[in-house]
């Protein structure tokens, strides 16, 4: 018998269609599983789930008796409880490095879009207003040879900050929970405390994942020590930032503008007053949503979980102590 698959969300077809020759898979590819009485029979059978946050606590596992492994389509885990899953010998996996260019491009497309205006400026265009000369208050301001604090140079920051020195001649700041040889010597990045990096900075960017130590990470405090000038770049997760927090510094002018990729709830309620102002530029949580890198990612997912499926220890495995206890 073939052992069951659950797919859930953003799986790319050409990967599914491969998993279907192995196993006997299950799709989802509507967020809005709870209650949904296909989902808990398929999760019930699954001997694996791949896919996109799909959240895995304590009661979804409580109904997932025959799970061995769990396989995010994401680098970012913090939808999974991994003690619980590590305490009940299941496997968990993410994609990290196939996205690391990918996302480093959008969030450096986000912060040049904020900068410029980009946005504002192309419905500008498109609404017909541009009939006369430009006003000095819709000018951007620059973004080469700039200060870019980076607040997590793992290898997304890392990636940034390859094009922020390569490509615009940035002096770089950075705060990580280590110092990086890779970024210093290569990217001519400065090592900072926090504190330092968010006074220093023209722009500070986000690249932390969600933890218990990040949630609200940048808030009130932090919004008051960035410069008046300041552009703050959110491309990690929406917890790590105090949301109304944010539109305050952005209303106050305590910073200049934002961009961000990410919200503490997603999709956003259009409701959201960050939604109303013309300093913020937004995308929907698209930093490694390409077509090329969505599939790299399905790729890696898959071939975490059939080595998983197959006994063998998955290439990017999160954690290594179930494995070992095995
Ligand atoms: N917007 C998107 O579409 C998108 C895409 C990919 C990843 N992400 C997010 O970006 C995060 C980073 O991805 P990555 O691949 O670069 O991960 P990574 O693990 O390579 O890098 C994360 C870095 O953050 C540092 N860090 C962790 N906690 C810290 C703290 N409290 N203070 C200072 N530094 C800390 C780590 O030392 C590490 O260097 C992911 O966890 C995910 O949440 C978002
Ligand atoms: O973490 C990631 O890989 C992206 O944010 C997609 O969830």
Same mark, same amino acid.
């Given at each position: 018998m073939k052992p069951n698959v659950l797919v859930y969300m953003r799986v790319d077809k050409r990967v599914i269609k491969e998993l279907e020759k192995e196993y006997e898979v299950t799709s989802f590819?509507?967020?809005? /599983? %709870?209650?949904?009485p296909d989902f808990d029979l398929a999760l019930k059978k699954a001997d694996g789930i791949i896919g996109l946050s799909l959240k895995v606590t304590k009661e979804l596992l409580d109904n997932a008796p025959n799970l061995k492994v769990v396989c995010n389509? +994401?680098? @970012? /885990?913090?939808?999974?409880d991994l003690e619980e899953l590590s305490k009940r010998k299941i496997l968990a996996t993410n994609t990290p490095g196939v996205l690391d260019d990918t996302t480093a491009d959008a969030i450096f497309g986000l912060l040049l879009s904020t900068a410029r205006r980009i946005p504002e400026l192309d419905q500008f265009v498109k609404s017909g207003q541009w009939d006369i000369s430009l006003q000095p208050d819709q000018y951007g301001v620059d973004v080469h040879h700039k200060t870019l604090g980076i607040i997590g140079m793992g290898n997304i920051g890392r990636a940034i900050a390859r094009r922020a020195h390569f490509g615009f001649g940035m002096d770089i700041l950075y705060h990580n929970r280590s110092k990086n040889k890779e970024a210093e010597e290569l990217y001519q990045a400065s090592y900072c405390e926090f504190d330092d990096l968010l006074t220093q900075s023209d722009f500070v960017c986000l690249m932390v994942p969600a933890t218990k130590e990040t949630e609200k990470m940048i808030g009130a405090k932090e919004f008051q020590k960035m410069k008046k000038s300041a552009i703050f770049i959110n491309g990690?997760? @929406?917890?790590?930032?105090?949301e109304e927090a944010l539109y305050h510094a952005l209303v106050n002018k305590e910073i200049h503008a934002a961009g961000i990729d990410v919200f503490t709830n997603e999709p956003t309620n259009p409701d959201n007053p960050l939604l109303t102002l013309k300093n913020l530029v937004t995308l929907?949580? %698209? @930093?490694? +949503?390409t077509t090329e890198c969505e599939y790299n990612m399905s790729k890696l997912a898959a071939k975490n979980l059939r080595a998983a499926l197959n006994g063998e220890k998955p290439p +990017?495995?999160?954690?290594e102590t179930s494995w070992l206890i095995k």
């Open positions: 590819h509507n967020h809005e /599983y %709870i209650g949904n389509v +994401s680098v @970012g /885990y913090d939808n999974l990690s997760r @929406g917890k790590n930032v105090d929907p949580h %698209i @930093g490694s +949503s +990017s495995l999160l954690n």
